[in-house]
């Protein structure tokens, strides 16, 4: 199993669609749970943090189940500008960081 | 904002030649990472830093690679007898403490090995 897990994609959306990210990830003892996006040939770019009561952000909502080792991204509303690979991020204890393959979205007009 | 800043952008070297790679990271900060990212791939943890000495790292990094903190601002990556596989994305990353911080990435350094 890998360690980060997403649907692999591509997500094609109208604008305006919600859309939804999923991420499952092996190890229990993993602490800290990110979305970045990333767009093409650039850096990962914070999105935001998850946390276990879940959190938003405008358009973004994030969950986080422990149980399930299980987390989502939800955007609503989609924009053109929201089109970007999303990356789903575990730091286990200590210092390494895993990086899901990341959901390619395409937001079209 | 302050930011973490990577040199070259992009750097073209010939096989089995050494190649440094070098980020300034955020002023404050003091966990400092490497990853890579061969092109359509994920993004890879290489290696993280903390107190001049390397806290934890990666299979991908062997003894071809090093970091050091030469100085009180720069974070280079070295990577030597360079193979064509070598070929990627590399990316700085800091953060101010551990736990749960998030990581600010550098723009990348594109190396390119012929």
């Known amino acids: 199993r890998k360690e980060v897990e997403q649907d692999p994609g591509p997500f094609n959306v109208p604008e305006g669609a919600t859309v939804a990210f999923n991420c499952t990830y092996s190890n229990s003892a993993s602490q800290s749970f990110f979305w970045y996006r990333q767009d093409c040939r650039k850096e990962p770019k914070l999105l935001m943090s998850v946390y276990s009561s879940g959190n938003e952000d405008g358009r973004f909502t994030a969950q986080l189940n422990r149980a399930s080792q299980y987390i989502s991204l939800l955007i609503r509303d989609s924009k053109l500008s929201d089109s970007a690979t999303y990356l789903c991020v575990v730091k286990t204890g200590g210092f390494k960081t895993i990086f899901g393959a990341g959901t390619r979205l395409f937001v079209k007009a | 904002e302050p930011e973490v800043t990577q040199t070259p952008s992009h750097q073209v070297t010939q096989m089995g030649q050494e190649v440094i790679l070098r980020c300034v990271p955020i002023?404050?900060?003091?966990?400092f990472y490497w990853y890579r990212q061969i092109l359509g791939q994920k993004v890879e943890f290489l290696v993280s830093?903390?107190?001049?000495?390397?806290?934890?790292k990666s299979e991908i990094f062997d003894d071809q690679f090093s970091v050091e903190r030469p100085d009180g601002s720069n974070f280079t990556l070295k990577i030597r007898s360079t193979k064509l596989e070598d070929s990627a994305m590399y990316f700085c990353a800091s953060t101010p403490v551990e736990g749960n911080q998030p990581q600010h990435f550098g723009d990348g350094t594109r190396l390119s090995i012929l």
């Open positions: 830093f903390y107190n001049n000495e390397i806290s934890e």
């Open positions: 002023s404050n900060h003091l966990y």
